[in-house]
C-alpha cells in the first residue's frame, strides 16, 4: 500500500491483480486498485474531479481524467474517509498509475489539488 498526505488530506492505495480478467496471450492484464481518502483536515471536502497518468512497461502513457470517482463526487467530513474500487487495463504485465484530484472545501469555495501517489500496476507472477 502507498500512501501520501497533501493538505490535510490522506490518499492510500492498494492494488490486486485480476487474473480471472486478463488475457495475457493478447495482452490484456486487468489490475483493480482500493483508494481511500480520508479527511485529516478541519474542513468539510468535496472530490469533484480526477486526473490520471497511466503508465505501461512498453512506454506506453495514457492520460484519463473526467467529473469525480466512479461516477461519485463525495463529500468528506473532517476526520471521516471515503473508499472505492475501480480498475484499469494495461497491455503489459506491469506499469504504474499516478495523478491528482481536484477538492472544494465546502464552507470557503475554494478548491485545490490534492496528489494521488504513484503505484506499481504488476502481475504477481513477474516478481518470482
Not at 487474473?19 to 481518502?37: C, G, H, L
Amino acid at each position: 500500500m502507498v500512501t501520501a498526505i497533501t493538505e490535510g488530506i490522506k490518499i492510500s492505495v492498494e492494488t490486486m491483480y485480476q487474473e480471472e480478467y486478463s488475457n495475457p496471450s493478447k495482452d490484456q492484464f486487468m489490475f483493480a486498485y482500493r483508494i481511500e481518502v480520508e479527511n485529516l483536515s478541519d474542513y468539510t471536502i468535496q472530490l469533484k474531479r480526477r486526473q490520471w497518468y497511466i503508465f505501461d512497461s512498453n512506454g506506453t502513457e495514457r492520460e484519463v481524467e473526467g467529473e469525480g470517482v466512479v461516477g461519485q463526487q463525495p463529500i468528506i467530513e473532517p476526520g471521516n474517509s471515503h473508499s472505492y474500487v475501480s480498475g484499469c487495463q494495461l497491455s503489459t504485465e506491469i506499469g504504474s498509475m499516478k495523478g491528482y484530484y481536484s477538492m472544494s472545501r465546502i464552507a470557503m469555495d475554494t478548491d485545490f489539488i490534492v496528489d494521488i501517489p504513484e503505484f506499481q500496476l504488476i502481475a504477481p507472477y513477474r516478481l518470482n
